[in-house]
Each structure stands twice: as structure tokens, then as C-alpha cells.
């Protein structure tokens, strides 16, 4: 029997998704809903993020995304948003990993309002194929114990794992309320739910391992408190299996120049996530700070989680940074309506 195997194996019946700090900044990855939720015609967004570098050192946790979306315009208010994503994660000296590629539909409701003020009600869905891996030549097992509180690293006495390398389907689906006032003032609340179809994410052939459905809560907006400068408040909540997550706070965004609708901006922001413990109850996990810059089109982020739960002091209080990036391409267009800008 191994050491390490049954904790692969209740870590796949109750671990969590990728997440990000600036999950503002990662739509597709929040909701499939926001596929082609934009001002403009295209977009393009990268995120990075390296999570106990302090502990883990090289076996660090690395999360990255890339997505693109654009929307099409249909009939004389509405929009089809079509895009796809591909995310990747490895964690750990078995270099756990996951990777997944989807595609992602969805279409926007104009349900009120005129040019410039609006409401909208947004669905999607997106379909994706996953692949998870290990190392199993880094596993240790029981039977390598050496009886000293070390291992003989023999590998006449390693095990083996059935299936260490395998793909899975994975569904997800989700709905979006916006409404903007004008180009300053807008707000936002959606709700997604993932892993519709409870994916086998066993790496033993014999077994079934369900990947347990995450639903997610999430709400923001921007609120203009004076003349060049306005509150950009946002929370999540994700639920999944036993996990939960939330996270919430807010930015102060600064305008760049004189034009009324902003082009030029930066931005610097503070959230609290908590989660919940494995015996029941909420924990304080970290408080994130933020800070971004919008250039015309460019859109560049950085963030870092200060953790303050128990783990801090095995990571010397060192949590997460992240980056993100998010480029857009505007073209003509005969008509516009004003969106969050995520």
C-alpha cells in the first residue's frame, strides 16, 4: 500500500479547480457567459500564476491561461460571442498537472435601454477536453519505506498506477446580467456552473473518481465617485464538493487625461479571500493586493496574495503572484454599447 496514493486519490475526489486572484481579468475561466461580453470586437488575455514558490521552490504550483473571444453583431442590438481557452496547472515533485482546452459560445439579450444605456442578459456554454498527468517515477511508496523515517528510493519496490495519463470531456454553462448607465458607471452579476457532466478523473482503469461540479457566484461593477476616479468593487464565491471560496474587495481606478470616457488609467486595489477548513468552517486564506494599468487597447495586471493562514509559517508568510494581461481590437462599428471592462 502507498504512502502517497490515497492522498492522490481523496485529492481528486475534493480538490478545487485552477482559481486566480485577478479572476476579473480571466472571463472565460469565470463564466462562459462573458464570451464576447466586450466594448470592443476581440479580445485576447494571458494569465500566469506561481503559487509557495517560498515552500515548494522548483515544484512550485504554475498556473497558466491564454483565451480569445470576439463578438458578432446580430439583428440591431444583439451579439453572439464565440472564443476558446486553454489553460494548463502543474503542481508538485510528480509534476500533477492538468491541461485543458475548450471552446465557448454564448449570446447577449439586449432587454432594455437605448444606445448608451442598457441591460443585457448574457448565456454560454463551452465544451473541453482535459488531459490530467503524473510522474508516477516520483512517487514514493510504502513499500520503499526504509523503517528510519526516510526511503531506499528502490525502484524494484515501487507500485504502479493504472492510468497515469488520460484525457476526459468537461462541460460548463452560465448566465450574465449587465446593465450600464454610461461609459463610467456599469454593474454585473453572474452565475456559471462547471464539470456539467461529473468527469472520471481517476488515474486507476477500475475506479471512478467523480470531478465534482463547481458552481460559481460572482458580481462587480464600477462606480465613479468624482471626476476621474471611481470605485471598482468584486466578489466570487465558488462551491465545490466540500470547498468553498470567496473572495471579495475592491480597486480605486485613476484616470489618465482629460477625455470623459477613459482610455488611460491606473489602478491599485485590496481583496480578502477566505475558504474553508478541512473539519468544518471558514478560514482567513490571504489578503491579495493589486495593482493595473490600462493603455488604450492594453491592459496589464499584478497581483500578490499575503497569506495569513496556518501556512504561513511554513512559507514565511509568502502566498502568490500573478500576472495578467488582457489586449483588445477595435474596429469600426456602427453601433455600441457600453460593458464592464474586464
Given at each position: 500500500?502507498?504512502?502517497l496514493?490515497?492522498?492522490?486519490?481523496?485529492?481528486?475526489?475534493?480538490?478545487q479547480?485552477?482559481?486566480?486572484?485577478?479572476?476579473?481579468?480571466?472571463?472565460l475561466?469565470?463564466?462562459?457567459?462573458?464570451?464576447?461580453v466586450m466594448?470592443?470586437?476581440?479580445?485576447?488575455v494571458?494569465?500566469?500564476?506561481?503559487?509557495?514558490a517560498?515552500?515548494?521552490?522548483?515544484?512550485?504550483?504554475?498556473?497558466?491561461?491564454?483565451?480569445?473571444?470576439?463578438?458578432i453583431?446580430?439583428?440591431?442590438?444583439?451579439y453572439f460571442?464565440i472564443g476558446?481557452?486553454?489553460?494548463g496547472?502543474?503542481?508538485?515533485?510528480?509534476?500533477?498537472?492538468?491541461?485543458m482546452?475548450?471552446l465557448?459560445?454564448?449570446?447577449?439579450?439586449k432587454?432594455?435601454?437605448?444606445?448608451?444605456?442598457a441591460?443585457?442578459?448574457?448565456?454560454?456554454?463551452?465544451?473541453?477536453?482535459?488531459?490530467?498527468?503524473?510522474?508516477?517515477?516520483?512517487?514514493r511508496w510504502g513499500?520503499?519505506?526504509d523503517?528510519?523515517?526516510?526511503?531506499?528510493?528502490?525502484?524494484t519496490?515501487?507500485?504502479?498506477?493504472?492510468?497515469p495519463?488520460?484525457?476526459?470531456?468537461?462541460?460548463?454553462?452560465?448566465i450574465l446580467?449587465?446593465?450600464?448607465?454610461?461609459?463610467?458607471n456599469?454593474?454585473?452579476a453572474?452565475?456559471?456552473?462547471?464539470?456539467?457532466n461529473?468527469?472520471?478523473?481517476?488515474?486507476?482503469n477500475?475506479?471512478?473518481v467523480e470531478?465534482?461540479?463547481?458552481?460559481?457566484?460572482h458580481?462587480?461593477?464600477?462606480?465613479?465617485?468624482?471626476?476621474?476616479?471611481?470605485?471598482?468593487?468584486?466578489?466570487?464565491?465558488m462551491?465545490?464538493?466540500?470547498?468553498?471560496?470567496?473572495n471579495?474587495?475592491?480597486?480605486?481606478r485613476?484616470?489618465?487625461?482629460s477625455?470623459?470616457?477613459?482610455?488611460?488609467?491606473?489602478?491599485?486595489?485590496?481583496?480578502?479571500?477566505?475558504?474553508?477548513?478541512?473539519?468544518g468552517?471558514?478560514?482567513?486564506?490571504?489578503?491579495?493586493?493589486?495593482?493595473r494599468?490600462?493603455?488604450e487597447?492594453?491592459?496589464i495586471?499584478?497581483?500578490y496574495?499575503?497569506?495569513?493562514?496556518?501556512?504561513?509559517e511554513?512559507?514565511?508568510?509568502n502566498?502568490?503572484?500573478?500576472?495578467?494581461?488582457?489586449?483588445?481590437?477595435?474596429?469600426s462599428?456602427?453601433?455600441?454599447?457600453?460593458?464592464?471592462?474586464?
Amino acid at each position: 500500500m502507498t504512502l502517497l496514493f490515497p492522498i492522490l486519490m481523496a485529492g481528486s475526489l475534493s480538490s478545487q479547480d485552477i482559481h486566480f486572484s485577478q479572476f476579473y481579468m480571466s472571463p472565460l475561466n469565470l463564466n462562459p457567459a462573458m464570451t464576447g461580453v466586450m466594448n470592443c470586437n476581440t479580445r485576447l488575455v494571458a494569465n500566469y500564476r506561481n503559487q509557495w514558490a517560498a515552500v515548494l521552490q522548483s515544484d512550485a504550483y504554475n498556473t497558466y491561461s491564454v483565451s480569445y473571444d470576439q463578438k458578432i453583431p446580430v439583428g440591431r442590438s444583439d451579439y453572439f460571442g464565440i472564443g476558446g481557452s486553454f489553460f494548463g496547472d502543474k503542481a508538485g515533485s510528480t509534476r500533477f498537472g492538468t491541461i485543458m482546452g475548450r471552446l465557448s459560445l454564448g449570446y447577449s439579450k439586449k432587454m432594455g435601454g437605448y444606445r448608451k444605456k442598457a441591460h443585457y442578459l448574457s448565456i454560454g456554454a463551452d465544451v473541453g477536453l482535459g488531459q490530467r498527468s503524473l510522474d508516477q517515477n516520483a512517487l514514493r511508496w510504502g513499500s520503499q519505506h526504509d523503517g528510519q523515517g526516510g526511503f531506499t528510493g528502490d525502484p524494484t519496490q515501487a507500485g504502479t498506477i493504472g492510468n497515469p495519463d488520460f484525457l476526459f470531456s468537461d462541460i460548463s454553462a452560465g448566465i450574465l446580467w449587465f446593465s450600464t448607465i454610461d461609459a463610467n458607471n456599469n454593474f454585473y452579476a453572474g452565475l456559471s456552473m462547471a464539470h456539467l457532466n461529473s468527469p472520471n478523473v481517476s488515474f486507476q482503469n477500475n475506479n471512478f473518481v467523480e470531478l465534482y461540479s463547481r458552481f460559481t457566484a460572482h458580481g462587480g461593477g464600477m462606480v465613479e465617485i468624482a471626476n476621474g476616479i471611481s470605485l471598482i468593487p468584486n466578489v466570487v464565491a465558488m462551491f465545490q464538493g466540500n470547498h468553498r471560496e470567496f473572495n471579495l474587495g475592491t480597486a480605486v481606478r485613476f484616470a489618465l487625461g482629460s477625455s470623459r470616457v477613459v482610455r488611460q488609467s491606473w489602478q491599485g486595489g485590496l481583496w480578502y479571500r477566505l475558504g474553508t477548513k478541512e473539519d468544518g468552517g471558514v478560514h482567513s486564506d490571504a489578503i491579495i493586493f493589486t495593482t493595473r494599468f490600462d493603455y488604450e487597447t492594453y491592459g496589464i495586471g499584478f497581483s500578490y496574495d499575503y497569506n495569513v493562514s496556518k501556512l504561513q509559517e511554513g512559507g514565511n508568510f509568502n502566498g502568490a503572484f500573478e500576472f495578467s494581461l488582457v489586449y483588445y481590437i477595435c474596429g469600426s462599428e456602427k453601433r455600441s454599447v457600453y460593458c464592464p471592462r474586464f
